[in-house]
Each structure stands twice: as structure tokens, then as C-alpha cells.
């Protein structure tokens, strides 16, 4: 069997990992998603997310937003910081546990969501547009499985 023969059989069977398959169209979803945030707006993919989790949560703590986007809170506190500064977010202090930040989106944020969403909305249209709502259904149940198995993390 030649080199090449050999790197090909090895690429395909790690290329038949769930893991990476799905590593991979993470990757490219977010390089489209954040293409597209480029040319109708100025924010990027983690300031998206995180107005589109406060618009639809409202009131929310960043413990509640590293949480839900399974993200660093140094991360997340910088990107906080930047949506503040550009008066999309406000952010104060909990009246009951003074550590805790209570973030709100601001009108500004708001608009911005307003402004983007249409073209959001037609990519998740497009993205999904040759998948029967019974696929659908069933590739979201599935990942909704990987996502709890992924919770523990010593699976072996």
C-alpha cells in the first residue's frame, strides 16, 4: 500500500468520528455566521449571542450567559465590557449578592437585534430548506443526546 493510500485510509477513519464531523461543521457555521455579521453589522459572533440571549432572557447574570454558552468568564466579561462601552448592554450590580453582575440589553442592542435578524433568520431558513421537519426533529433529538453525554466528563 502506498504513503498516499495509507494518510487516505487514516483521514477517513478520523473523519468518521462524530466528533470530529461535528467539530468541523461548527467551524464552518461560524465562519458563515460570523461572514455575515461582518457585512450587515460591526459586532461579531459572541456579541450576537450574547444580545440574542438577553433580548430573549431579559434580566440575566453572566453566570447564567457563561452557562448557557458554555464560555469562559473572562471571555465573557471582556465582551460584556465592549457591549457596554457601545451601550448595547447595561450591566449592574445585584441588589442581593453584590458579586453578581444583572445584565439588560439596551435599546441600542435591541435595534441592532432587530436589524440583523431577518438575514439570520433567512440563513437558518436556507441551512435547513432540503431537511424534512421529520430529520429535523430527530437530528435535534439526537444532538440534545450528545450534548447530555458530553456533560460527563470522564465518559470511560
Known amino acids: 500500500m502506498s504513503d498516499t493510500n495509507g ?4 483521514a477517513g477513519h478520523l473523519t468518521s468520528f462524530m466528533t470530529f464531523r461535528l467539530a ?7 465562519a458563515q455566521i460570523s461572514h455575515y455579521l461582518r457585512i450587515y453589522s460591526d459586532i461579531g459572533l459572541v456579541d450576537w449571542r450574547v444580545l440574542r440571549l438577553l433580548e430573549a432572557m431579559g434580566d440575566t447574570t453572566m453566570s447564567q450567559l457563561s452557562r448557557l ?4 468568564k473572562g471571555q465573557l466579561s471582556r465582551k460584556i465590557r465592549g457591549l457596554v462601552e457601545r451601550k448595547l448592554v447595561t450591566s449592574r450590580v445585584d441588589q442581593v449578592d453584590s458579586r453578581q453582575q444583572i ?5 441600542a442592542g435591541r435595534q441592532l437585534v432587530r436589524d440583523i435578524l431577518p438575514k439570520v433568520q433567512e ?3 436556507l441551512l435547513v ?3 424534512s421537519q421529520a ?4 437530528f435535534l433529538e439526537v444532538l440534545a443526546k450528545i450534548d447530555a453525554a458530553s456533560e460527563t466528563r470522564d465518559p470511560l
Do not use: T
Not at 454558552?69 to 469562559?72: C, I
Open 7 to 10: 494518510k487516505e485510509l487514516l
Open 24 to 30: 468541523r461543521a461548527h467551524n464552518k457555521l461560524n
Open 69 to 72: 454558552l458554555q464560555m469562559d
Open 103 to 107: 445584565l439588560r440589553i439596551d435599546e
Open 123 to 125: 440563513r437558518q431558513r
Open 129 to 131: 430548506e432540503g431537511i
Open 135 to 138: 430529520d429535523l426533529e430527530v
